[in-house]
């Protein structure tokens, strides 16, 4: 067999000010065929195990082109298509091929294209033809569109949240796929419109329970091959957005559609319930003040970079130093001017600084101080599962009691080595603030005397029922009470 392997992927904010270029594909990932790392990204994945797959099957794996770009604003036009047809041609240089498996996002919406991996899924098909086996693993905060699903035989989701799942997610569609190739299944997907949009962590009840239950009955019930809750991305004003539930049997169709809509239904009637509670800076700071031991950590989950926002939000910060808090370290603040600036003053220089609150109103105001710079360190990373996130270079910065680390690559707050990556032991610390909605939890919790939620500003459209959408749906929960009537 001869398969084919690309990926192309990031999360679109479109209520982002920050544009995405090619520039801002190679500092997150950018591989050219063949040079994928050996680690993967989040939505790279189907390439390092196809590795594996292939080479325990005998079968030749064809690399083409992977790029991911830290989640933002609208993709330029150009760089959209510019990739695209990049791999479109490795894609047709490669053929014959017996399958294309693909690592997407699902959320990506570009200039000029309120469906990017539509319009990919589509040219794909296009080439290969309407026999050859096309699927992809995708990230559940995405869109579920008509068009993508006509292209492509399957899809496989992430199910965790945070996405911790992502390596046995990619095996998954690799099995799928295998056992299609070799004659002994036959996929067939099955979507169901569940109405809603909502936010769905599964590191508490009810979307754990949801989640293990998914798994429970891809184990036990006969030709159920996968199934998947398509989140939806409400930063994303795009026609079909929203979530959904997938179903993929083994030519099963009726099946399929029965339990996704069942399964669907179930889920909208605990709408509501998911996100965990949420609470205001000035709360979020006493819970920090009060605290016997540490470290607290604080999530400033809607200042989240990993959901295409600047992360340089100070509504938090500002609360702690005007209520006298020390012992308190922060990872990580977005300013590349900042960092600039502190790169060249150079390590224990003692400057004035301006830093934060640049990006987009409602995000707090720059934060003066006179600063020491205790660190600087190039191309930072931190741990995400098994894989690496570039912050890019970074600054850590001292003032009153507070340890700041500033970055250049915008990424959200995944681990405690963001911290250790500078120098900064995060466990010796009372309080860490971090930007996160709930990829942190996983790791953090290990290290954590209390978690507190907190709801700072507004640099995110998370209330959907008020978000000014122009093409987003308008019959969906919670924008109507009753979608169903």
């Not at 801002?24 to 390439?47: M, N």
């Not at 997610?169 to 169901?192: C, H, N």
């Not at 998914?214 to 930063?235: I, K, N, T, Y």
Request: proline letters at 6%; glycine letters at 8%.
């Amino acid at each position: 067999m001869r398969i084919f392997t690309a990926a192309l992927a990031t999360e679109t904010n479109t209520f982002s000010p920050i544009a995405i270029d090619r520039q801002a594909f190679e500092a997150s990932l950018y591989a050219r065929p063949g040079e994928h790392p050996a680690t993967p990204t989040l939505c790279t994945a189907p390439i390092t195990v196809g590795r594996a797959v292939c080479a325990r099957e005998g079968w030749t794996l064809i690399e083409g082109s992977a790029s991911w770009a830290d989640p933002a604003g609208l993709v330029a036009k150009a760089t959209y298509e510019e990739l695209r047809d990049e791999i479109l041609g490795q894609l047709r240089q490669a053929l014959p091929v017996d399958a294309v498996v693909m690592g997407l996002h699902g959320a990506m919406v570009a200039q000029g294209y309120d469906d990017p991996e539509g319009d990919l899924l589509t040219r794909i098909r296009d080439i290969v033809g309407p026999d050859i086996l096309v699927c992809a693993e995708l990230d559940p905060h995405s869109h579920l569109t008509a068009k993508r699903a006509a292209a492509a035989n399957f899809f496989v989701y992430f199910k965790e949240f945070p996405h911790t799942d992502f390596v046995d997610r990619a095996y998954d569609l690799w099995d799928i796929a295998v056992r299609t190739l070799k004659g002994e299944v036959k996929p067939v997907m099955s979507i169901f419109d569940c109405r809603m949009i909502d936010v769905f962590p599964t590191s508490k009840q009810p979307m754990r329970g949801f989640v293990d239950q998914l798994m429970a009955l891809e184990a036990s019930e006969p030709d159920v091959l996968s199934l998947s809750v398509v989140h939806g991305f409400m930063a994303g004003d795009v026609p079909e957005m929203g979530t959904k539930l997938v179903a993929v049997t083994n030519d099963r169709a009726a099946k399929g559609a029965a339990l996704a809509e069942r399964l669907g239904r179930e889920l909208y009637a605990m709408r509501g319930t998911f996100m965990v509670s949420q609470v205001d800076e000035r709360t979020a700071v006493d819970v920090a003040l009060a605290a016997t031991k540490g470290p607290v950590v604080i999530a400033d989950v809607w200042d989240n970079p990993g959901g295409g926002t600047a992360g340089d939000a100070t509504v938090i910060l500002a609360e702690l130093i005007a209520r006298g808090a020390t012992d308190v370290a922060v990872g990580t603040i977005w300013d590349p001017i900042a960092v600039q600036i502190c790169f060249a003053a150079g390590v224990g220089a003692q400057i004035p600084l301006r830093f934060g609150a640049k990006s987009a109103p409602d995000t707090g105001n720059p934060i003066d101080k006179i600063v020491t710079i205790k660190a600087l360190k190039k191309n930072a990373e931190m741990k995400f599962g098994a894989s690496f996130a570039p912050f890019g270079d970074a600054a850590w910065i001292h003032f009153d009691g507070i340890d700041v680390i500033l970055n250049s690559t915008r990424a959200q707050s995944f681990d405690p080595s963001l911290f250790s990556a500078l120098g900064i032991d995060p466990t010796s610390r009372k309080v860490l603030l971090i930007k996160s909605t709930n990829h942190f939890y996983d790791s953090f919790s290990k290290i954590a005397s209390e978690i507190v939620y907190c709801s700072a500003g507004k640099p995110y459209p998370n209330r959907p029922a008020e978000t000014n959408y122009r093409k987003a749906r308008k019959d969906i929960w919670p924008m109507v009470e009753k979608p169903w009537l």
